[in-house]
C-alpha cells in the first residue's frame, strides 16, 4: 500500500544540517509547509549514534539551529575547556532537536515529521517497521544526506580485525568492566583525541596508551573560535593574523610555517610536521594532555589486526600487546562530490563557509527564500569543500573567502547574517563602538591582508 501527501518541500535527513535548514525555512517563508524524513527515531542524525562522552568540538553559542539558543552562555570554569564557551554534550544536542522539532516544527503546524524512515528516491519512503510507503508529492526535494558523516560505532574499518581481537568503538569505553593490559587507539583524528583524552581523564596511565596515526594533523586552537566580545581579540585577531601570514608567504610549505608561527594552527608534536587538515578544534589544555602520551605509531595505514600483530598496509607490523584496540577510523567528513546547491527541483545543502555546516544550511536556507533564480542562488552558494590534505585547505580557504566577500556586498544578507546566531562572529565585527582602537585595528589590519591574501592563494592553485 502506498500513501500520498502533497507539500512544498520535502526534506530527507533530520540531523544537524536539516533542522538549521529547516528553521531557517519556517522563518524565512511564512507559507511553506515542509515534509521530514529520517531513518533514525529522533532527529540530530549522527548524534543519536556518538559516543557517551562526545561535547561538540565548537562553543555551543554557534551551533544548532538559528532560532534557539544551544549554550548555556557560560564560560567552563572546570575541565579541559576551562575558561572557554560551553559545550553542549551529546544528550544536550539530541534533547535540544528534539526541544526544536516538538515545540518549534511540529507545534506551527506546518511540518510533518517521519522518523523511522528509509527515503528511496523520487519523493517514495518506508516506514522501517511497519513497511508502509508514503509518496510525497513535493514542489523541492532538499537532500541533507549529502554529508555523509560517518561515526565509529556505525562505520565499518577498512582493514581486518579477526574475532580474538579485543577490538571495539570508542563508544564502548565506558562498559568496559576488567582492567586491561593498555589500550591502542587507532585513529589520529577528533575521535581518536576524544578517546585519548577520556582515557587519561579515568586515570588511565599514559605509559598504558599507544596511538596509532597514519597522519598528524594541524588543529584549530579553541580559544581562537569563541564568538564573545571579550575573545575579539583572539577571534578576529586571528583571523587578521592567518591572511597576513598567507599574504607574506613565500612558499605553500612557507604558509603552513606562518601558520603556525601566528598560532592559526597547533600541532602535538612539534618534531613531527602534519600532512593533514579536518578542522579538528582543541583548547591548550587538551594539547598538554595529549602530548602526556609517548607511545605514537606511525607506520601508515592499519591493513589487519590479529591477536598477536597490527599489520600495515606497507607489510610493517606492530605487536597487539594483549591491548583493547579502540576504533577511531572512521572518517566524520568525506569528501562527497560538489554539487551545485540548487538543481531544478533538488536542493543540496552543503558547507558555504569552511567547517560550518550548520551556518551552511541556514545560509541555503535564507537564498532559498530571498533570491530569485537558479544562477543567482548558486552564485551566492558556492561550495567550500571539505578540508582533507594541505592542497584541500588551500582550496577550502580561497572558495570561504571568495563567499565572504560576495556576501559582503549584499545589503539584505549582511542585515540578517549580523542577526544570525549561527553565524557568531558578524555580530561581534557589527558592535564595535568609534572609540575601541586596538579592536578596529585589528579589522583594519584584517581588512588590508585579505586582498594580498586571496591573490596568495590563488597563485599557490594555479
Ligand atoms: C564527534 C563529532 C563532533 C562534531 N562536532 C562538531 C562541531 O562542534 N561543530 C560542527 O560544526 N560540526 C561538528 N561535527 C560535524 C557534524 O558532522 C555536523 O555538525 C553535523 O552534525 C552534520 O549533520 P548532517 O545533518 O549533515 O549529518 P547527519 O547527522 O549524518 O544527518 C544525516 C541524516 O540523514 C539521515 N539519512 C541519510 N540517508 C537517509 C535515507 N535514505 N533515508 C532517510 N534518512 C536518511 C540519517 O539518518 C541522518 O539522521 C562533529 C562531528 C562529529 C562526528
Redesign the pocket.
Known amino acids: 500500500m502506498i500513501n500520498s501527501i502533497k507539500t512544498d518541500y520535502l526534506v530527507?535527513?533530520?540531523?544537524?544540517?536539516?533542522?538549521a535548514f529547516v528553521d531557517t525555512l519556517l522563518d524565512e517563508l511564512p507559507d511553506v509547509n515542509i515534509v521530514m524524513?529520517?531513518?533514525?527515531a529522533k532527529?540530530?542524525?549522527?548524534?543519536?549514534s556518538?559516543?557517551p562522552f562526545?561535547?561538540?568540538?565548537?562553543p555551543s553559542a554557534f551551533?544548532g539551529v538559528n532560532s534557539l539558543e544551544l549554550s548555556h552562555g557560560l564560560r567552563d570554569e572546570t575541565g579541559l575547556n576551562k575558561g572557554l564557551g560551553d559545550?553542549a554534550t551529546g544528550t544536550e544536542i539530541l534533547a535540544y532537536f528534539e526541544a526544536v522539532m516538538r515545540h518549534k516544527f511540529l507545534t506551527s503546524g506546518r511540518v510533518k515529521f517521519f522518523p523511522l524512515?528509509?527515503?528511496?528516491g523520487n519523493g517514495v519512503?518506508e516506514n522501517r517497521l511497519s513497511g508502509l510507503k508514503t509518496k510525497a508529492d513535493a514542489a523541492k526535494i532538499v537532500d541533507?544526506?549529502?554529508?555523509?558523516?560517518?561515526?565509529p560505532s556505525t562505520h565499518t574499518p577498512n582493514f581486518t580485525v579477526e574475532n580474538d581481537v579485543r577490538f571495539m568503538p570508542l563508544n564502548d569505553l565506558p562498559l568496559i568492566t576488567d582492567v586491561p593490559k593498555g589500550f591502542t587507539v587507532v585513529g589520529g583524528g577528533?575521535?581518536g583525541i576524544?578517546a585519548i583524552l577520556w582515557l587519561l581523564e579515568n586515570h588511565v596511565p599514559p605509559q598504558n596508551i599507544r596511538w596509532v596515526k597514519s597522519r598528524d594533523a594541524w588543529l584549530i586552537n579553541r580559544k581562537n573560535t569563541q564568538p564573545f566580545p571579550e575573545f575579539f581579540e583572539d577571534t578576529i585577531g586571528n583571523q587578521a593574523n592567518m591572511f597576513e601570514a598567507i599574504a607574506g608567504a613565500k612558499s605553500k610549505s612557507d604558509m603552513f610555517d606562518r601558520l603556525e608561527s601566528c598560532g592559526y594552527f597547533l600541532r602535538i608534536d612539534p618534531t613531527v610536521r602534519p600532512t593533514m587538515f579536518h578542522g579538528a578544534?582543541i583548547s591548550e589544555l587538551e594539547l598538554d594532555e595529549l602530548r602526556r602520551v609517548k607511545d605514537i605509531v606511525r607506520k601508515g595505514r592499519v591493513a589487519s589486526i590479529t591477536s598477536d600483530n597490527i599489520t600495515f598496509v606497507n607489510g610493517r607490523t606492530e605487536p597487539t600487546l594483549d591491548h583493547v584496540i579502540v576504533d577511531c577510523s572512521?572518517s566524520?567528513?568525506k569528501d562527497n562530490v560538489i554539487k551545485p546547491v540548487f538543481q531544478g527541483n533538488l536542493i543540496t545543502?552543503q558547507t558555504v563557509r569552511s567547517?560550518?555546516?550548520?551556518?551552511s544550511?541556514s545560509m541555503i536556507a535564507w537564498v532559498e527564500a530571498h533570491v530569485e533564480g537558479e544562477a543567482a542562488k548558486n552564485g551566492m552558494t558556492g561550495v567550500v569543500p571539505l578540508p582533507d590534505d594541505l592542497d584541500a585547505f588551500i582550496r577550502m580557504t580561497a572558495a570561504n573567502m571568495m563567499n565572504q566577500a560576495l556576501w559582503g556586498q549584499n545589503k539584505a544578507l549582511r542585515n540578517w547574517m549580523r542577526e544570525q546566531r549561527l553565524d557568531g562572529f558578524s555580530k561581534m565585527v557589527s558592535e564595535i563602538g568609534p572609540d575601541e582602537k586596538s579592536k578596529l585595528e585589528i579589522l583594519n589590519r584584517l581588512k588590508s591582508a585579505a586582498m594580498p591574501a586571496m591573490g596568495k592563494l590563488q597563485s599557490f592553485l594555479n
Open positions: 530527507v535527513g533530520s540531523g544537524a544540517v536539516g533542522m524524513v529520517d531513518r533514525f532527529p540530530g542524525g549522527h548524534w543519536n556518538a559516543y562526545v561535547t561538540l568540538h565548537q551551533y559545550l524512515s528509509n527515503y528511496e519512503f541533507c544526506t549529502h554529508l555523509n558523516t560517518t561515526v577528533k575521535t576524544d578544534t572512521a566524520a567528513i545543502p567547517y560550518q555546516p550548520v551556518f544550511a
